[in-house]
Nanobody, 124 residues
């Protein structure tokens, strides 16, 4: 069974930082992509970053470029999202997801497995 478990969310003041983790287990192949998405109340789910399983290819949405950094630790089967210079508009539930076809995009429909999400709240 494929499982993705997010952690690291919380409450932070504007300008602060958080690091989210996504632990991946149960996927039988070595080559896949992991994406980070977020969804604020009343809004559509937004793709913000993706990375290949070996970490050699990354994608960022314009809304987070220069502030967020995605990385992977293959030994731990974990993908991280370092979020700096956080803004109140970054407040959302953050999800990681696995793309077994390796599109490396930010379209939610391209992703096959999803975690349960972790809440990030940025206060002004």
């Amino acid at each position: 069974e494929v499982q993705l478990v997010e952690s690291g969310g919380g409450l932070v003041q504007a300008g602060g930082s958080l690091r989210l983790s996504c632990a991946v287990s149960g996927f039988p192949f070595l080559d896949y992509a992991i994406g980070w998405f977020r969804q604020a109340p009343g809004k559509d789910r937004e793709g913000i970053s993706s990375i290949s399983s070996i970490g050699d290819r990354t994608t960022y949405a314009d809304s987070v470029k220069g502030r967020f950094t995605i990385s992977s630790d293959n030994a731990k089967n974990t993908v991280y999202l370092q979020m700096n210079s956080l803004k109140p508009e970054d407040t959302a539930v953050y999800y990681c997801a696995l793309d077994r076809h390796r599109y490396y995009g930010l379209v939610p429909a391209d992703y096959d497995y999803w975690g349960q999400g972790t809440q990030v709240t940025v206060s002004s």
